[in-house]
């Protein structure tokens, strides 16, 4: 069992449990192997990591070091003053990223067809949202400024 | 052997450059491999651990976000596969995937009561799932340091763990960018929504159990190291990095904080706010509906007694008004003999009144108040006075939900209508003129619209 141990790098059980859930997970995807969409499901699976992986947190990552070597560059910058920044921007950018096929109007065709609506208000509506976060972020960030 | 011990095994060799003191690192069979895995780090700083700067990231807050995670996310399996079993499968065109083999769910009766019940399930499935997205995101940027960790394994353990959590990680994305498009009518995947979402929820679910039961033992151990409730109170001031850790998490050589650890928590807490004040109006009901800005089902229709979401219009179903007209019959098979009724005959029935919601699947909902003949009267009618189901068919030509098979239990539950009117008015053309059916606690597609006939089965 040690010898097992040592060569595997875990013990058996590891070994089977990894092995029940990887056929589990196989069998699922088995279950589109004939799907016309296989290499749908495939790339969007995929996609997913890698777009999150190499591009959503390298974005968001490289946006907050700028921000906070900008706030550096201040005479003398008050600790924790960057996130007076971040706060609303994280906050509008998730909003951006959740709500993006309804603000872009990439979905304005079947959002039609279901609900004879068009999406022509929320773009305007995320806006004022994130305009209405910076605003509340400056507010405090002025407060914060008198009472210190 | 317990899964402390699984665990302990399964962290062997992850020691490496990463904390003073800690073993020298372990390699499986065969050595060689490993180690001249170890020698072939590609240049550049992406596989360095001091790339990674955050003085916050660590065992400890990892933890606090996978017990958010421990707890919501069985929650959204549990009710993503509920909704599944509403859509009553085991009826031949009610589900998508319609034979999904061994990852079938077990047969047993949706029930027709509370009213309330699909409204809920899908409240809580949709609004928790956008709520955990900020929840996953941050838990993804606490543990990335171990995404690009040189080298990317020592054993073949460590191989078919990174394997799982590819899985994991592919699975849960995969599952919230599918939802997430899905409530937004972007079909922009180009596969069935429901497809790929049942099977990347039973992925999801096997790279899941394993992954917490591999990592529980870890997590508890780290969540005990500090107390939450004093991080709560440390400021900025008195953030200090968490102690080396064996995990790779805890960065070597650490930035001046610029942020506390309840900050942090908080902006994640109030991401998960935000997108729920802007989308909760949508399932909470017309009253609050206006504050769902960013939500597809936030927007007002009107106040007359038909202004309320609307599924699919009439004129995307193909619906004119000569199919709808005088003409109209509705058609009662399965009987003994054809019924065939008009919208007369059918007014001068007993009619029933009830309060109940149209619940879709994306989570929106809507509670109107309904009016018209009960289903099991028309059962009765046809003779046929307890079905065990009966298939509903539109006069709609296309559409996956031109028809629903209705379960006996659904057929014969009191408030279960062929509605004719709403809030005191003729149904409108949107909403199913000449006649629909509003089945409590159902699934919203499977109130089928523009009624042309009912199928009755013994």
Redesign the interface.
Known sequence: MRAFARSYGASPLHLLALCASIALAAAAALRVADDPARLRYLAWFAGAVVLHDLVLFPLYALLDRSAAALVRRQRRPAPGSVNYVRAPALLSGLLLLVFWPVISRHSEGAYGTASGLDQSGFLGRWLLLTAALFLGSAVLYALRGRRA | ?STA??AQ??E??EHGEHGAGSPAP?Y??PGPLWRTLERLRPPGPLFRADLWRSPLRGPWLTSVLASVLLVGLPVLVLTGLLSYAAYEPRFPGNAF?AD????RLPDFSWPARPSWLYRLNQGVHVGLG?AL??VVLAK??SV?PK?FAWPPA?????V??R??L??L???I??EL??G??NI?????????FY??HY??A??F???F??HV??KLPVMVTALRSRSLREELRTP??RTEPEPPDEHGLVAPSPAAP???RR?LLG?VA??SA??TA?SIGETLGDAVRPTA?????G?S?GDGPTDF?????S??AGITPEVTGDGWRLVLKGGPTEVSLDRAQLLAMPQHTAELPIACVEGWSTVQTWTGVRLRDLAALAGLAAPSAGVVRSLEQQGAFAQATLSGAQLTAGDALLALRVNGADLSP?HGFPARVIVPAAPGVHNTKWVREIELRA
């Open positions: 052997m011990r699984l095994d399964g062997h060799g372990s499986g069979f995937p999904p083999g061994w990852l956008l997205v900020p993804l940027w990335v995404l020592r054993s073949f353990a460590q078919l763990e394997l799982s590819g899985l990680v592919g699975s994305l995969f960018a599918t997430v498009l937004q009518y972007d079909y922009v995947f180009g596969f069935d497809t790929g099977y990347g039973w992925v679910l096997a790279a159990a394993v039961a591999l900025l001031s610029t942020i506390s900050g902006l109030g991401g935000a997108i802007v800005l960013l939500s597809p089902r927007r229709y979401q609307v599924n699919r219009t004129r995307a949107d």
